[in-house]
């Protein structure tokens, strides 16, 4: 099927599906997530309630709530393309730019960037809280440029949303909502603690979520009624190749360090399904819950590392537009078990 050409007519009926959103962090990747759910808002018998969000999934998610709170599907994706045109100029002002031989060869990679390898350099031997004492993080200006605060914690904001960070002191995962949501706990929700100082909020300082939750499953489990909870994943799960290289196998670890979580929670939701099926639960308050991903592991693991820092604006459109792709494919082929059945293996695919 062509991108794009998935129409709700092809499911069984007209009834709205709603939703849960889970989502990655991974950098300047996230455009892909921009891109699913840019094509998801199009669909409108879809509905959303939740969203679970870490690091760029944070952002996003977060864009995505305040731009359907002031403006409906057109605003939530008038925002998304604001805020990560935003992301772009910013980045276009700073050294973590393609060099011209990173253009040329056109695979959106910055080996050849002096500034990123200085910046390597840098953070193996230097804290943040020494090579910037000041804490400049480009990123909150956008963020507060993009979203008003205010809406997302008003009590008709129309979704959800929930933004995982990690707690240092405790290594506990940390979840905002409601009038916890602020500038600062999506900034702590993806917060690299190589790069800049901890996010303190009421006395506790936390790094980036996404080593305790990327994404969280528990709160939209916990606080949302629909049962069905998609994951748009942006750290490939597998892998066919072994790294051989340091930057390589580095990637890896932290890939797997990045879905640990995630596969634990995974493991927690087999577990009480098979007890739901089994009739082995006789409390009707815990109920089946229906997993979904979006995913394109071919694609995310073709990807450099080190185009997580590349905020090319064509690069950024490069990966929304497979994110529609891969949404519109998505939506062709599993619209219909929305509601219904889980439209992944979960023992196969995470465990």
């Known amino acids: 099927m062509a991108p794009d050409a998935f129409n709700h007519e ?15 962090g991974g950098g300047a990747h996230g455009a892909f997530t921009w891109g699913v759910l840019d094509r998801l808002l199009e669909e409108k018998y879809l509905g959303f309630e939740g969203l679970s969000a870490t690091s760029a999934g944070a952002m996003n998610a977060a864009v995505f709530a305040y731009g359907l709170a002031v403006g409906g599907r057109d605003g939530a994706r008038k925002a998304l393309a604001g805020y990560w045109k935003r992301v772009s100029d910013a980045a276009s002002l700073g050294p973590l730019q393609p060099s011209p031989i990173d253009r040329m060869l ?4 910055l080996a050849w960037s002096p500034a990123f390898s200085l910046m390597g350099f840098v953070t193996r031997v230097l804290s943040p809280y020494e090579f910037n004492p000041s804490d400049y993080n480009p990123l909150r200006n956008v ?5 008003d605060f205010e809406v997302l914690r008003h009590p008709d904001c129309p979704v959800k949303l929930f933004l995982s960070a990690t707690n240092v002191r405790t290594g506990k995962v940390k979840v905002f909502a409601g009038q916890e949501i602020s500038v600062s706990a999506v900034m702590a929700s993806a917060c690299l603690p190589t790069m800049f100082h901890a996010v303190e ?3 506790e300082a936390y790094w980036d979520g996404g080593y305790m939750g990327n994404p969280a499953l528990f709160p939209l489990i916990y606080n949302c009624k629909s049962a069905d909870i998609v994951i748009v994943h942006i750290n490939p799960l597998y892998r066919k190749e072994l790294p051989y290289a340091a930057g390589d196998i580095l990637n890896r670890i932290n890939e797997i360090s990045f879905n640990s979580s995630l596969m634990r929670e995974m493991r927690a939701v087999s577990f009480v399904t098979g007890l739901v099926k089994q009739k082995r639960i006789v409390d009707h308050d815990i109920r089946q819950i229906l997993m979904h991903s979006i995913t394109d592991d071919e694609f995310m693991g073709a990807l450099s590392p080190t185009s997580k820092y590349n905020a090319d604006w064509d690069f950024l459109i490069f990966l929304r537009d497979q994110g529609r792709k891969c949404a519109n494919e998505w939506l062709a082929s599993n619209f219909g078990k929305l509601g219904v059945e889980s439209s992944v293996d979960i023992d196969s695919l995470y465990l």
Not at 10 to 24: E, G, H, W, Y
Request: hydrophobic letters at 35%.
């Open 10 to 24: 092809s499911a069984s009926s007209n009834q709205v599906r709603t939703i849960n959103l889970a989502l990655q």
């Open 106 to 109: 056109g695979d959106h990679k």
């Open 143 to 147: 963020v507060e440029q993009s979203i």
């Open 201 to 203: 909020i009421d006395g």
